[in-house]
């Protein structure tokens, strides 16, 4: 079969906004799995397409495709003061390929992934794959072109009538054996002119309770690594087939399981003479060794992004997290001691936060001269995670609510949780409101 995916999501810088361009690396892993069972695929990543409309219609045509994956990476910005929906972006995208094809559309990525009945029902779709779509997406090819039941693949959720059927995903197969992303289907050098990089992932999966967190949802609560030495295999490929010289390891947290994520360093230490790629991951605070640091530095890590969240250790607890401020306080203190460069975010404004609180993180930071801080404020609540229930069970959320329209949890107004950093944010270039204007920059 004719395969056209379509990677969404097309961000634009703004005056209050960072762009983070993200190159579609799940699109490529699904293309590689299509392509392994004798698909013919073409890839149209709109990231960077100024006129997405006639991109797509020239592609669907020329193309003529059997079938079209639509993949929407994420719902908005998730930013209070600027959260830009990409859900009318989606359905623009929908109606341009009905319009133009007789394909089948199928909808997947881990925005969907999040609320697939919701969004099947704006698209006006029957047919999405919900979590890791490389084994489900070409088995349910294979069997629409056979004319054979679908409904029991993994991840598979489809609109029958007014009923919503799904099939459970696999969220515990093994992703040691995944085979290489299609990454020639990717321009990679237009993501580096933008500021981007590549990026890859060491597992999958998300053990913690974080009461926000929708990973679990979409990965599952099973951590699945792969093997060390794959990794390294990859960022051999990486430099030598496409000239990479950044990466971004995008696991939810690199460092956990500890062992692995050890294994994984000394793979990419002992190329240090062969493969020249410099990279950056997400740190657990909770979850750091001496050792480790050591072996990142030393495996060309040049960056790590500490999720502290908090500085209050009620609110950390509250927040479901499993660590405190003695372990964040020593994460900073060795990321220091071997000089490894970091930045950190907070969230501010979740159950149990006050004035106070606030004021604890703020001083912890100033006091452990933190050089980078982007400051979220509220809680976007998703279905299905702990922060919704604890919405509805205080009576804040209805039952018709089906949060595909944004809802943040707030345990004070916005405004007041913004007053509160400003003051700290004066004088400190790396300290940031996400999606705010900063009065000191107009």
């Known amino acids: ?22 190159e579609p690396l799940g699109l490529a892993y699904i293309a590689a799995g299509l392509r392994n069972a004798g698909h013919e695929i073409q890839l149209l990543d709109l990231c960077f397409v100024e006129q997405q409309d006639a991109a797509i219609v020239g592609l669907v045509e020329k193309f003529a495709p059997d079938v079209i994956g639509i ?8 930013a209070y003061f600027q959260n830009i929906s990409f859900l009318d972006e989606l359905g623009s995208t929908v109606n341009i ?7 089948k559309i199928i909808l997947g990525g881990s925005g969907f992934s999040i609320m697939p009945a919701q969004i099947l029902r704006f698209s006006g779709l029957d047919l999405g794959i919900v979590g890791e779509g490389e084994r489900s997406l070409p088995e349910l090819l294979s069997r629409l072109e056979l004319g054979q039941d679908y409904s029991d693949i993994p991840g598979v959720v489809q609109v029958v009538g007014d009923r919503v059927l799904f099939a459970p995903p696999d969220r515990n197969q093994d992703i040691s054996t995944l085979l290489t992303p299609a990454r020639d289907l990717i321009d990679h050098s ?10 890859l992932q060491t597992k999958r999966g998300c053990p913690f309770k974080c009461i926000y967190c929708t990973y679990p949802l979409i990965e599952g609560t099973v951590v699945r690594c792969r093997r060390p030495d794959e990794v390294a295999d990859e960022f051999r490929l990486l430099n030598s087939a496409f000239g990479v010289k950044e990466v971004y390891v995008v696991d939810n947290q690199f460092n956990y399981p500890l062992d692995h994520a050890k294994e994984v360093c000394e793979k990419l230490v002992d190329l240090r003479d062969e493969v020249k790629i ?3 991951c997400m740190l657990n605070p909770g979850h750091l060794s001496e050792e480790l640091v050591l072996l990142l530095r030393l495996a060309r ?51 149990g936060e006050t004035k106070e609180t606030v004021r604890e993180t703020l001083e912890f930071l100033v006091e452990s001269e933190v050089p980078s801080v982007l400051f979220s404020i509220g809680l976007r609540v998703c279905p299905g995670t702990r922060i919704e229930q604890l919405m509805r069970g205080e009576g804040k959320l209805g039952e018709a609510d089906e949060l595909l329209d944004p809802v943040f949890y707030l345990s004070m107004s916005a405004e007041e949780l913004a007053e509160l950093v400003l003051p700290y944010c004066r004088g400190r270039k790396g300290w940031r409101i996400a999606a705010f204007e900063h009065p000191d920059e107009n």
């Open 278 to 280: 410099w990279w950056s």
């Open 190 to 199: 237009r993501y580096v002119e933008a500021g981007g990089t590549a990026n």
């Open 301 to 351: 890590c040049v960056m790590v992004d500490l999720g502290i969240e908090s500085a209050s250790d009620k609110v950390l607890s509250s927040l479901g997290k499993n660590f405190g401020t003695g372990e964040i306080r020593n994460a900073i203190n060795l990321l220091r001691k071997y000089r490894l460069p970091f930045s950190t975010w907070i969230l501010l404004g979740g159950p």
């Open 97 to 103: 390929c009905r319009h133009h094809s007789d394909a």
């Open 71 to 78: 993949s929407l990476r994420n719902i908005e910005m998730m």
């Open 1 to 22: 079969m004719k395969v056209l995916l379509i990677s969404t999501n097309r961000l634009k810088p703004t005056p209050t906004s960072q762009w983070l361009p993200v």
